[in-house]
């Protein structure tokens, strides 16, 4: 076999390796989504990612304009071994110090796309789309009769006032008094909090959250606070 032949045969299997590692389709992650969080009660603000996903070493998220916005590699044993889910939030600024419009701008409506190097198998990528539909806060109330605490809310159908005017559709209300928590379908208007978790907690004070959840994935909370005698 000639010199040229070899090479020519060479030149070829490295195309087709290349070509071959060029086009291997990227597995997704489990889940990925990218979200806000607007506290009502005390007016702050905040971008939130959560995923999961088989064993990555490292994860990069662009926004919309392929602008990095957040990297993470893992070292020694967690480059060995993986991740697998990851939460975090955003800081969460007072809107009357840092002004909404300035807020939304650094995190554009769209598509973000996450990409990761997985341990074994093909790269992993996913993309999420984060919205600038904010549901407006819910109004709360608590009754208490005894060991019978009742929280209520009225419906949310619209954003806060200064917010984008997007069209806001919920899909469930979560009610929060540490360490109880439970999701509601968005036809729901109250929750009676369990009798033996009410019996459990001390007299005095207790305060609650009722988050309303819109189906872009954003959701507000409405901080409130009950008195056990």
């Not at 939460?87 to 769209?110: K, S, V, W």
């Not at 959250?209 to 606070?225: F, H, R």
Request: charged fraction near 20%; include cysteine.
């Amino acid at each position: 076999m000639s010199n040229r032949t070899l090479a020519a045969r060479v030149s070829v299997l490295i195309l087709t390796v290349c070509v071959a590692v060029a086009t291997t389709p990227a597995a997704p992650f489990s889940f990925a989504r990218i979200y806000i969080e607007y506290n009502a009660s005390a007016n702050d603000l905040g971008f939130h990612v959560t995923l999961d996903g088989p064993n990555w070493r490292s994860l990069e998220i662009a926004n919309p304009n392929g602008v990095r916005v957040f990297e993470v590699v893992g070292r020694a044993g967690y480059a060995e071994l993986g991740m697998t889910e990851l939460f975090f939030e955003g800081a969460e600024p007072n809107l009357d110090d840092f002004p909404l419009d300035q807020l939304l701008t650094r995190f554009p409506e769209g598509r973000y796309t996450f990409a990761g190097d997985a341990i074994a198998g093909p790269r992993l990528r996913s993309v999420a789309t984060l919205s600038h539909a904010v549901p407006d806060g819910p109004v709360v109330e608590s009754d208490v009769n005894g060991d019978f605490v009742v929280i209520r809310w009225q419906p949310v159908t619209h954003p806060p006032a200064g917010f984008p005017d997007r069209p806001i559709t919920l899909v469930g209300y979560q009610v929060i008094v540490d360490p109880f928590q439970v999701t509601l379908p968005a036809s729901s208007r109250e929750v009676t909090l369990p009798e033996a978790f009410v019996d459990s907690l001390a007299r005095g004070e207790h305060p609650y959250e009722v988050l309303a959840i819109d189906k872009s994935g954003n959701q507000t909370l409405t901080e409130g606070t009950f008195v056990l005698d």
